[in-house]
């Protein structure tokens, strides 16, 4: 089986740590985003690449910017 690039994972380390920082469940955040609960354990769990959409319906869920979780992957990713 192949391996997922470390963004996936670190993508979807950032979600679950900004979810549970607003207190959410993944069934909540699945719902704000309308995603399935599913595809929100699969992104958290990095495997799955989420599109542009996603990442804006995520964010939009999580009370974000979109440009935040991406700066704070980047930062992660980049710690190693």
């Known amino acids: 089986m192949k391996k997922k690039p470390i963004l996936y994972n670190t993508f979807g380390k950032v979600i679950k740590l900004i979810r549970e920082s607003r207190g959410m469940t993944q069934i909540e955040l699945a719902q704000n985003a309308d995603l399935s609960e599913r ?4 992104i958290e769990n990095g495997k ?3 599109t542009i959409d996603v990442t804006y319906s995520l964010a939009s869920a999580l009370g974000t910017l979109p440009s935040v979780i991406w700066e704070e992957v ?5 710690d190693g």
């Open 39 to 42: 595809y929100i354990i699969d």
């Open 48 to 50: 799955r690449n989420p």
């Open 74 to 78: 980047k930062t992660r990713a980049m």
